[in-house]
């Protein structure tokens, strides 16, 4: 494990940068307004992408068992499964994003729509069409433990592209180079995964039998799919219709660095997905729960640290990166802060209670979606972009840190609306607490201006390791986290004693 960690880590600040440098290239050669564009045309995809409906969440953990029992026959019968599925929703994904393509500018608050934004359009559903030829391969590899090969494949062709597309940009400044390029990215990765499959997996056959225990967990993802996209891939379509597609460029470049933060997150908890499944598939609910614990106070640990580090740096790193005239408000940066805290926290829940094989809340996403867009609009309308990022802190708060919580706690761990006050008010008192004294303290420190990426990096350190210091310090209060520290100490220990 220690080993997918480290290669995962260097994969990812691998890849981050070079998407960093295409971004401030991209600014700088083709404009923020058609930055916008390109982010926009991604959100709006992510919506026609509903009807993949949750197939890749539940195809995976249809897989944990038989790849555990070497079942090989159930294998074959799943993949075939997904197989099939996945060529009808290419078919309608591309079928809906024609249909679409002559409703475009109204999306977009511009004085003029360029024709040419229909054929960019319709390259970027080709280029989404085109993720479901390897798809089936990404999630074959990672249920059998393959995480860290998906990643280096991923990671090599995106790099490769990503660097042709930053001397293109620069060179011929086309929109259109840059959107062929991804396609070309994906249909890379889908020989080289395809390669892998032929060579490593003989055993998986081709069959017309299909898995019917798909369908149940399909439904009930696809609610949870919405419920995700309206949290996440509503704030650009809102920007853009309700105050400019120029703050739709200016808020997307915050969106990336919350994006790296997250995949960052992510490179720890991609590795122990699998084993999280694994391990809930053969132990009993209580043993999983104490797992549960110990993982999400580490969690709720790196929450706090990577927003409240965000709140202080995220702006001077902007300024660095594409400029001063792009930085936002430092009532935004708080909120966005809070949007940061809640993706950390929210995905050790998520992986559990998606292991567990619990979909069929239907309810959550329905809510989430509803109370995120009512209150989003309402408030994007008052005001403009503060107004669409509280809305999606309202949401946030009231499903992904009590309402889905408390389902969970009942459904997956057999544990009562007590025990998730005294467990999730435990959170609560120590964050509290942490903010407080992080305010405190790390105020004495704060500089006003930062001239140089050097001046960044060691400011940023020195706030980091501040910041964590002070946290370790109030988690300390909470014998959960003393417990845990010392299960850390002794494995360490016994670790060295064995090498």
Not at 133 to 154: D, T
Not at 262 to 283: D, H, S
Not at 356 to 377: A, M, R, T, Y
């Amino acid at each position: 494990m220690k080993k997918d960690f480290i290669l995962n880590f260097i994969f990812t600040i691998f890849t981050g940068v070079i998407m960093f440098l295409q971004n401030k290239y991209f600014i700088e050669y083709m404009g923020i307004e058609t930055l916008g564009i390109m982010k926009l045309f991604t959100q709006l995809l992510q919506y026609l992408n509903i009807v993949e409906m949750g197939l890749e969440n539940a195809s995976a953990f249809a897989l944990y068992k038989p790849l555990a029992e070497k079942n090989y026959k159930q294998v074959s019968i799943i993949l075939s499964t997904i197989k099939s599925i996945y060529n009808k929703i290419a078919l309608l994904l591309f079928g809906l994003g024609i249909l679409l393509t002559p409703i475009l500018p109204f999306f977009m608050k511009v004085k003029f729509f360029d024709k040419i934004m229909y054929v960019y359009w319709i390259l970027y559903v080709l280029n989404t069409v085109s993720t479901y030829l390897f798809i089936k391969y990404v999630i074959l590899f990672i249920a059998n433990q393959e995480f860290i090969y998906v990643r280096f494949i991923q990671s090599l062709s995106k790099f490769i592209y990503q660097t042709l597309q930053i001397w293109l940009i620069i060179k011929y400044h086309s929109f259109l180079i840059f959107i062929i390029l991804l396609i070309l990215d994906n249909l890379t990765q889908y020989i080289l995964l395809k390669r892998h499959f032929d060579k490593s997996y003989s055993f998986v056959f081709s069959t017309k039998e299909r898995y019917i225990g798909l369908n149940k967990d399909i439904k009930n993802l696809f609610w949870h799919k919405i419920g995700t996209l309206v949290v996440f891939n509503t704030d650009l379509i809102l920007i853009s219709k309700l105050v400019s597609i120029k703050v739709v460029g200016i808020y997307a470049n915050y969106q990336l660095v919350i994006q790296m933060i997250t995949t960052i997150i992510n490179i720890g908890v991609n590795v122990i997905r699998p084993k999280i499944g694994k391990y809930i598939a053969i132990n009993s609910k209580e043993k999983t729960y104490r797992l549960f614990k110990k993982i999400n106070m580490i969690f709720l640990l790196i929450g706090i640290v990577f927003s409240y580090c965000s709140y202080i740096l995220i702006n001077y790193f902007i300024s660095l990166w594409i400029g001063k005239e792009y930085i936002l408000s430092n009532f935004i940066v708080q909120l966005i802060c809070i949007n940061i805290f809640v993706a950390c926290f929210r995905v050790i829940l998520d992986i559990f209670k998606d292991g567990s094989g619990f979909f069929d809340d239907i309810q959550s996403p329905i809510l989430e979606s509803i109370i995120n867009l009512v209150f989003s609009i309402i408030l994007g309308i008052k005001y403009g972009l503060n107004g669409i990022i509280i809305g999606t802190i309202i949401s946030n708060i009231s499903i992904t840190l009590i309402y889905k919580p408390i389902l969970t706690f009942k459904r997956c761990f057999n544990k009562d609306l007590k025990e998730y006050i005294k467990v999730y008010g435990n959170y609560l008192i120590l964050t509290v607490i942490s903010l407080l004294s992080l305010n405190k303290i790390i105020k004495i420190f704060i500089v006003n201006e930062i001239n140089s990426w050097l001046n960044w990096i060691l400011y940023s350190i020195k706030i980091s390791i501040i910041t964590s210091i002070i946290l370790i310090i109030v988690f300390l209060l909470n014998k959960d986290f003393r417990s845990i520290l010392k299960e850390i100490y002794h494995n360490f220990f016994k670790g060295v004693k064995n090498d």
